[in-house]
């Protein structure tokens, strides 16, 4: 039987392994309804080795989490799929009332979005299931998209998890890809692979909120990222999501040891065309999340 060239997650999460073994630490997530192009690999039981569609993220996950569909098929699938889970966690349920829990959801999730009643919004799941979701927690087509500070305020204290891309546990790049990809900036997934896509502030330029703030170890690439906030601020996932500072000799906020590997501020891309790319910005090769 031909394996399918595409698929996509039918779970909430999908763990993402770096071989087919649960043994084998987590390096990422995928989220319900992110589409995946499954990759030439030797046949392991049970596992299949994908791309992820969103930011090139390779690995092994188990295909009990993948509905496998074609290229056409998952193009009308992303083009259905217009619901979008702005809640850090919800649940489907089987009645608009409540009942049997069908699935939980996790911010970023996709999903088909049906009829509404009262305050809750039919949805159809990537493997058919359908259930209902609380309209507040989803942002259908047209809809504003939530500040940057209001989604780093309902992320704060979320724990950090190495690999971890949901509410219930995020490492740092991934809260700087989940929360930046609401406002429409794609972040590759790991932080030395985001410092590769940025632009330097220069000096005068003031921060704003968006911008990274990166940390490496002296000679080596970066591997911690944050989000600025403003005013020497950032938001990042370190023990948990929460908020720290680079400014200030009594600054409570401050963290004494990140200061010391603070690489700079520096703007995705998409919102740096007004700055002018430095020669000397650093070409860095890919690291784990951190």
């Known amino acids: 039987m031909t394996r399918a060239t595409h698929a996509v997650v039918s779970l909430p999460a999908l763990d993402v392994r770096p071989a087919p073994d649960h043994r084998a ?21 049970g596992w299949w080795r994908v791309r992820n569609s969103a930011d090139g993220y390779e690995g092994w996950v188990r295909e009990w989490g993948l509905v496998p569909a074609t290229a056409a098929r998952v193009a009308r699938w992303r083009t259905r799929a217009s619901a979008i889970v702005t809640a850090p966690l919800c649940t489907a ?19 088909i979005p049906g009829r509404r009643r009262g305050g809750q919004r039919a949805v159809e799941l990537p493997d058919g299931r359908r259930g209902w979701a609380p309209e507040e927690a989803l942002r259908l087509p047209g809809a504003p998209v939530p500040s940057l500070l209001a989604r780093v305020s309902s992320l704060l204290g979320s724990p950090y998890l190495w690999g971890g ?4 546990g995020l490492d740092c790049s991934a809260f ?3 929360v930046l990809a609401e ?27 968006g911008d990274l703030a ?21 938001a990042h996932s370190r023990g948990m999501v929460c908020v720290g500072s680079v400014v200030g000799s009594g600054n409570v906020l401050k963290d ?10 520096f703007r995705p891309v998409p919102w740096a065309a007004e700055l002018r790319p430095r ?4 070409a860095l090769p890919a690291g784990p999340a951190s």
């Open 25 to 45: 630490e987590l390096t990422s997530q995928l989220l319900m309804g992110e589409m995946v192009r499954v990759l030439p690999a030797r046949p392991r039981q």
């Open 214 to 234: 990166f940390f490496a170890v002296r000679g080596e690439r970066p591997s911690h990222v944050g989000v600025a906030l403003g005013d020497g601020y950032f």
């Open 93 to 111: 349920t089987a009645r608009p009332d409540g009942g049997i829990a069908v699935s939980p959801l996790f911010l970023g999730g996709r999903l």
């Open 176 to 178: 700087t890809q989940l």
């Open 256 to 265: 004494n040891v990140l200061s010391g590997q603070f690489v700079g501020w």
């Open 165 to 168: 891309r949901t509410p219930a």
């Open 279 to 282: 020669a000397s910005r650093l």
């Open 183 to 209: 406002q429409g900036i794609a972040l590759p997934r790991d932080a030395a692979e985001q410092f590769g896509t940025c632009v330097p502030v220069p000096a005068g330029v003031p921060i704003r909120p």
